[in-house]
């Protein structure tokens, strides 16, 4: 063990003394944090000439080290950040600085594509030099070399040895950097959530932004994964989560539409990891995300018992409080699972709560994040158990899910009956989709849209009750015909974990005082 220790020690050591050498002078990653700091300054600069001076600075960086590799390698990439440019030109000369910063992160996260492309080139070429200059990019970012634990690490210093390595680790190198890119496409819209909560609409804006150029570098592999329809599905949900901080509504309503947002993209993040997309499957993956986040933004914010970084420290706390959120709502099913693990894992949330509210040592946290790991993997390998679960059970939750949402429409609910109609959808369709289309796939898509897309768009949009209310009638139709095919499917319906019927049976005592409400 102390050989492993130490073993893993030199090698993220040597890794940080053989990157190229410039990495001590002028690399790429150098230069990608001198422009961003270059905007920075701009964005702060007490003049407009020197506002002007440091963002023709940061322009010639760009031209200079960037544009040549952007058009190379995603010509898009290179547009968007040229007219980004643009509009921080404008937005400086207008003193509008809130504008000008949500613009920077446009120009960021594009260049973190950019680098990652430019390392997937360099892997295909089996290209060292390029690589490890690329890579410098992704180091400055995500500090890879202080986690002794990724392969990457070893990948790096093992490919310096012999080029040849590079067929081996490539594969592990690529996962491991879009694992980053995963993380934070949840990460800011969770943070612009919270921000929302604090009525920091600017803040909100900016996790926005930063979540949906960040899901850019993930967006060719969710395709190759699971497909263009869905990758564009979730590319969307990021775009909307944008629009929505962008709109006139009031930091409540905004909040409410992140949230949503938040569901659905983690429900399609889910099917790209290849995980288990049930409620309860699709708990323990936020758990285990958020516990990652936990140790990552912990172990830069406090040191020696004091905070030097506030907003990170403030992450963890968020990180912390969802995975908690999540863990309560699940509690039941989780304890169904395995009593000792969810009680491990009540019980390690307290203490990291008790560590992290008194400034506690980074070492205390972490001790306390792995054992939470390994007790959501037990509690992930233990969710193996099915039971055979008819879909009709889940067209009839829809129906009267449906018979709510029309009922809270027309008293001026909206919220709710935008929740409700959502939960139609994701808690409930997204379960017989599959066996709707093995028999019918036109039906199966003509049912999902008026659910997905066009009922809550209506609700959104404020259309007459009436006019939903037909709506509503018209999926109800289409639910009969699918009933119709339902039976063809006998006895082998649609198979469920156990610990889903019991998230079921927990949604169903959540929503009890709602369903009083009159059939349409």
Do not use: C
């Not at 959120?325 to 693990?341: G, H, M, P, Q, Y």
């Amino acid at each position: 063990m102390e050989k492993t220790v130490l073993g893993i020690f030199l090698a993220v050591l040597l890794f940080v003394l053989v990157l190229p050498v410039a990495a001590q002078q002028n690399t790429t990653g150098d230069q990608w944090n001198n422009l961003n700091n270059l905007l920075k300054d701009a964005e702060a600069a007490e003049t407009k000439e020197i506002a002007v001076a440091k963002f023709s600075e940061a322009k010639s960086i760009y031209d200079s080290v960037f544009r040549s590799a952007a058009q190379e390698v995603d010509k898009e990439s290179d547009d968007l950040i040229t007219d980004a440019f643009v509009n921080i030109e404008k937005f400086l000369q207008e003193g509008n600085i809130v504008e000008a910063g949500l613009y920077r992160q446009v120009i960021d996260k594009t260049i973190y594509k950019i680098g990652f492309m430019k390392i997937e080139q360099a892997l295909d070429k089996k290209d060292a030099q390029s690589l490890m200059d690329w890579f410098t990019i992704m180091e400055k970012k995500f500090k890879i070399s202080e986690k002794p634990s990724l392969v990457t690490n070893t990948a790096l210093i093992e490919i310096q040895k012999s080029v040849d390595n590079i067929d081996k680790y490539s594969i592990t190198i690529r996962n491991e950097l879009l694992e980053f890119f995963k993380l934070k496409t949840i990460e800011e819209l969770e943070e612009g959530i919270v921000a929302l909560n604090e009525g920091k609409i600017n803040d909100a804006r900016k996790f926005a932004f930063e979540g949906l150029y960040y899901y850019r570098t993930l967006h060719p592999s969710v395709i190759d994964k699971i497909g263009m329809e869905k990758a564009n599905e979730l590319l969307h949900e990021m775009e909307e989560a944008v629009e929505v901080t962008r709109s006139n509504l009031s930091a409540d309503k905004m909040k409410d539409e992140l949230e949503q947002i938040l569901r659905e993209v983690e429900l399609i993040v889910r099917e790209y990891e290849g995980g288990d997309t049930s409620e309860v499957g699709i708990a323990l993956a936020g758990i285990k995300d958020r516990l990652v986040l936990v140790d990552e933004e912990y172990k830069d914010a406090v040191v020696d018992g004091k905070i030097i970084n506030q907003a990170e420290y403030d992450e963890t706390v968020v990180f912390l409080s969802k995975a908690t959120e999540i863990f309560n709502s699940n509690k039941v099913a989780l304890r169904n699972l395995s009593e000792t693990d969810a009680t491990l894992l009540e019980t390690n949330f307290a203490k990291m709560d008790q560590t992290i509210k008194s400034l506690g040592e980074y070492s205390i946290v972490k001790t306390l994040v792995d054992e939470s790991l390994i007790a959501v993997n037990n509690l992930t390998s233990q969710y193996g158990g099915s039971v055979e679960l008819d879909p009709l059970v889940y067209i009839e939750k829809i129906e009267e899910l449906l018979d709510q949402t029309s009922y809270h429409y027309r008293e001026g609910r909206t919220d709710i009956a935008l929740s409700l109609a959502t939960q139609a959808y994701l808690d409930n369709y997204e379960f017989i989709e599959a066996d709707i289309a093995y028999h019918d796939k036109e039906l199966m898509g003509k049912i999902e849209i008026m659910l997905r897309e066009e009922l809550r768009a209506m609700i959104k949009n404020g259309e007459s009750p009436d006019k939903v209310d037909a709506h509503i009638n018209a999926i109800k139709q289409e639910l009969e015909v699918a009933e119709t095919i339902i039976p063809e499917f006998g006895p082998m319906a649609l198979v469920v974990l156990v610990a889903g019927i019991t998230a079921i049976m927990v949604f169903g005592m959540k929503t009890q005082k709602l369903s009083l409400v009159p059939k349409l």
